[in-house]
């Protein structure tokens, strides 16, 4: 089963809303986890660097304000994407790495649709 | 910045044959990942590589990561319908251990 669980998998929201992201370990603690954001037939774009207890380093080109993440706890990182517009649909995935292993797992990814 | 090309871009494989993917490095690979995807999906851990001249198999699925660590191969064996998706590596950066650069990806389909 999955080890790094992302909610909700699917989310269509109205122009100018915002919406959650959440990420969660499920069997292992992750002081940190990264949040990428993939269209459609392209790869992986790192976007931040989600810290627990700090602030995110976000990655040149990606608005701290627009895309706001928290990390409040071990197993949990959210990623909050703000006054949504239809620019921003897209899939988001996140990740986590178990130090006990040295495995990076990656979330189902979350797709959004802004409408 | 670190880049990685992957290639080929796609391939069309027959079920029963061999295929192999390449990801090449601007730099020094300190950890070279594989996943698979499916279009719209999350991505499936294959393996990590970390030595130079590292192999590592599971299943059908091989992986090699060159002796200078620039290089990665990924190897399938007797290819099967359910190897067909999106094959991505991806690569650590020295400076930060999990924050992953990745390649543009190979989109594999297994015909009958």
């Known amino acids: 089963g999955a080890v790094v669980s992302q909610h909700p998998s699917r989310v269509i929201c109205k122009s100018g809303t915002s919406v959650k992201i959440e990420c969660r370990s499920l069997?292992?603690?992750?002081?940190?986890m990264f949040w990428y954001r993939q269209f459609p037939k392209k790869s992986l774009m790192l976007m931040a660097t989600?810290?627990?207890?700090?602030?995110?380093?976000?990655e040149q080109g990606v608005e701290k304000d627009k895309f706001l993440i928290n990390h409040a706890s071990l197993t949990l990182s959210t990623l909050t994407v703000t006054s949504a517009h239809p620019e921003d649909s897209s899939f988001y995935i996140c990740?986590?790495?178990?130090?006990?292993?040295?495995?990076?797992?990656f979330g189902e990814g979350s797709r959004l649709t802004v409408l | 910045s670190q880049e990685l090309e992957q290639s080929p871009q796609s391939l069309i494989v027959q079920e029963g044959k061999n295929l192999t993917i390449n990801c090449t490095s601007s730099?020094?690979?300190?950890?070279l990942y594989w996943y698979k995807q499916k279009y719209g999906e999350g991505l499936i851990f294959l393996m990590m590589?970390?030595?130079?001249?590292e192999e590592k198999s599971h299943e059908k699925i091989t992986a090699k990561l060159d002796e200078k660590k620039q290089q990665s191969s990924l190897h399938i064996t007797a290819s099967q319908p359910s190897h067909a998706g999106i094959y991505l590596c991806?690569?650590?950066?020295?400076?930060?251990?999990?924050?992953?650069?990745f390649g543009a990806g190979t989109q594999v389909v297994v015909t009958p």
């Open positions: 990740s986590a790495r178990d130090f006990r292993s040295g495995e990076l797992f």
């Open positions: 989600s810290n627990e207890g700090s602030k995110a380093t976000y």
């Open positions: 069997d292992f603690q992750a002081t940190t």
């Open positions: 991806g690569a650590d950066n020295e400076d930060s251990w999990g924050k992953l650069q």
């Open positions: 730099k020094t690979l300190y950890g």
């Open positions: 590589l970390q030595k130079g001249g």
